[in-house]
């Protein structure tokens, strides 16, 4: 069992950057395809990016071209680079890891474990 622990949110002017890390506790991220999920009050929690344990990434056509994942096995963590931040980014951004091989990437129910979130904060 792995629990995944996110830091790096704050608040930041749009037009920003900011770098959130998933941390791992437990077994090694290497094992699942790990995930970065958002929610905004009143919102549901919606994809944003994930990479499979080979290394395939996807991107939410929101972010796409703005934000870019990446996992270090050496240091067991998964990164999600957020560039050009815009006030609709605001939201709390959750890591989360899947055991499963080729679930649907997209759906949070493709995931076993959850972080407690990380709140990004943009400002106009």
């Given at each position: 069992?792995?629990?995944?622990?996110?830091?790096?949110?704050?608040?930041?002017?749009?037009?920003?950057?900011?770098?959130?890390?998933?941390?791992?506790?437990g077994?090694?991220?290497?094992?699942?395809?790990m995930?970065?999920?958002?929610?905004?009050?009143?919102?549901?929690?919606?994809?944003v990016a994930?990479?499979?344990?080979?290394?395939?990434?996807?991107?939410?056509?929101?972010?796409?071209?703005?934000?870019?994942?990446?996992?270090?096995?050496?240091?067991?963590?998964?990164?999600?680079q957020?560039?050009?931040?815009?006030?609709?980014?605001?939201?709390?951004?959750?890591?989360?890891?899947?055991?499963?091989?080729?679930?649907?990437?997209?759906?949070?129910?493709?995931?076993?474990?959850?972080?407690?979130?990380?709140?990004v904060?943009?400002?106009?």
């Amino acid at each position: 069992q792995v629990q995944p622990v996110e830091s790096g949110g704050g608040l930041v002017q749009a037009g920003g950057s900011l770098r959130l890390s998933c941390a791992a506790s437990g077994r090694t991220f290497s094992d699942y395809d790990m995930g970065w999920f958002r929610q905004a009050p009143g919102k549901e929690r919606e994809f944003v990016a994930a990479i499979r344990r080979r290394g395939s990434t996807y991107y939410a056509d929101s972010v796409k071209g703005r934000f870019t994942i990446s996992r270090d096995s050496v240091k067991n963590t998964v990164t999600l680079q957020m560039n050009t931040l815009k006030p609709e980014d605001t939201a709390v951004y959750y890591c989360a890891a899947g055991r499963r091989y080729l679930s649907p990437y997209y759906r949070p129910d493709s995931y076993d474990f959850w972080g407690q979130g990380t709140q990004v904060t943009v400002s106009s």
